[in-house]
């Protein structure tokens, strides 16, 4: 598989594996995936690949839906499963088109009747929600209480919207909240910024933020309509493509990567507040439908034995250090990780047509010293099933200083890997 690498392809370090060049086009840049990749890889991928008409793009991993809103804007029909609700809620929403009648005469009057509700406040069922205000009287909390009243209070107005549109105020809420939240993402956590107490993050802010996501959306309805619309489930992949008979001509997705980040917990301030999930219901069931890339799954032992030889040598080099892991669970984690990729691969080849392509997008990982060419072992599973190698085109090398559990892996590829039928 290795001979298939290459590192200075067209491809290489123009920020395809990152979502910045998304903050500039109109509708990616309605919200910041920072799991994202960059919309111009998939236009590459798409203006490559000779779509006819009627042809159908796949994405099994669709996040914020970067693949299907790239393919709607050249006019391809596309189909985008995500199992995260409040991101295949963001998907969906980005495909919305607005009539020229909404645009001229309604959607002043229901920006103003959301505001109204937004000053107006209202007490939120999350006031007293883990560590959601200052009221869950811990040492620090997420949103000081007037965010949250003030989101309710336009949350409390979306009913007497023209609900054809209600889920864009839904998002313009949503990110209102997070522009004013205490804690940013940063890397596989939550992290509270430096300076929030001082901040004090209040009603004030979130009506700015309100007004330019206001803007920005308006903005992009009237210059950026779409002439077809994607279909995008909220569903595990594994299961939806088993019951699927969709044929796909092109596969373009970036799975979760194998680096112990659990997405869910991440984006549990979007998932409560949207009310995507109550407070009542904690994460573990949405966490279960999501893949092994983190250990807050469920992990069952299992005798998988890959028909890929490379796997099979990376699994018992770890197996043989096993002791050496900070969490006993890794090393399962890696197996059922490759496990369900090589189903989901699988499937795949069934559903695709013949010609199709494949293109998977991932980071390779590092444990306890040892790196995991999650590319290769992709590429080499892939071909197992019955896919074609065609390229591994190195996206970019992520250069990191040795980390305490890997003091000797400096950097890490990102690549896609591409597979033909
Ligand atoms: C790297 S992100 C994809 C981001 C996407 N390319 C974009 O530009 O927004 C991987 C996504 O896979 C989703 N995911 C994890 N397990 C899944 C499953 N079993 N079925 C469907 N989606 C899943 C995660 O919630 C996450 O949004």
Redesign the pocket.
């Known amino acids: 598989v290795e001979q298939y690498l290459k590192h200075d392809s067209q491809l290489n370090n123009r920020g395809y594996s990152t979502?910045e060049d998304?903050l500039q086009e109109p509708r990616h840049r309605w919200y910041f995936?920072k799991?994202?990749?960059s919309n111009q890889l998939v236009t590459h991928a798409i203006e490559e690949s000779n779509l006819k008409k009627d042809d159908i793009i796949l994405?099994?991993?669709?996040?914020?839906?970067?693949?299907n809103l790239c393919a709607s804007q050249k006019g391809v029909k596309s189909v985008g499963?995500?199992?995260?609700p409040f991101?295949s809620f963001l998907?969906k929403t980005k495909q919305i088109n607005a009539s020229k009648l909404y645009l001229k005469e309604n959607i002043d009057r229901d920006f103003d009747l959301i505001l109204k509700g937004i000053r107006r406040r209202k007490k939120s069922p999350l006031l007293n929600f883990s560590t959601f205000s200052e009221f869950s009287e811990k040492e620090k909390w997420l949103f000081n209480s007037d965010v949250l009243n003030s989101f309710e209070g336009g949350y409390s107005q979306i009913k007497n919207i023209n609900q054809t549109y209600a889920s864009l105020f839904k998002l313009m809420l949503i990110n209102s909240a997070m522009d004013n939240c205490n804690a940013k993402k940063d890397g596989k956590c939550l992290r509270y910024i430096n300076n929030w107490q001082q901040e004090n993050f209040n009603q004030d802010g979130f009506i700015q933020s309100f007004i330019q996501h206001f803007s920005i959306i308006n903005e992009d309805l009237r210059s950026s309509a779409l002439n077809t619309s994607a279909h995008i489930y909220n569903?595990?992949?594994?299961?939806?493509l088993q019951k699927s008979n969709s044929i796909f001509k092109l596969c373009i997705?970036?799975?979760?990567?194998l680096n112990s980040f659990d997405?869910?917990d991440v984006?549990r301030p979007e998932l409560y507040l949207g009310k995507f999930i109550s407070p009542a219901e904690n994460l573990i069931d949405l966490r279960k439908?999501?893949?092994s890339?983190h250990t807050n799954v469920y992990l069952k032992a299992s005798n998988f034995k890959s028909s890929s030889l490379l796997y099979n040598k990376i699994i018992s080099d770890l197996n043989a250090n096993k002791e050496l892991f900070w969490n006993s669970k890794l090393v399962l984690m890696v197996q059922s990780y490759f496990e369900?990729m090589e189903g989901v691969i699988k499937r795949l080849h069934e559903l695709g047509e013949k010609n199709s392509e494949l293109w998977i997008?991932v980071a390779n990982s590092a444990y306890f010293n040892f790196e995991i060419p999650t590319d290769l072992i992709l590429g080499d599973i892939a071909t197992r099933v019955g896919w074609k190698l065609k390229d591994i085109h190195v996206l970019r090398e992520i250069f990191k200083r040795g980390s305490k559990y890997s003091p000797d892996v400096n950097s890490l590829r990102e690549s896609v890997v591409i597979v033909k039928k």
């Open positions: 979502p998304n995936y799991e994202g990749f994405d099994p991993f669709g996040g914020s839906g970067t693949v499963i995500e199992v995260n991101a998907s569903s595990d992949s594994r299961k939806f997705t970036s799975p979760p990567y997405y869910t984006y439908k999501t893949l890339s369900q997008i």
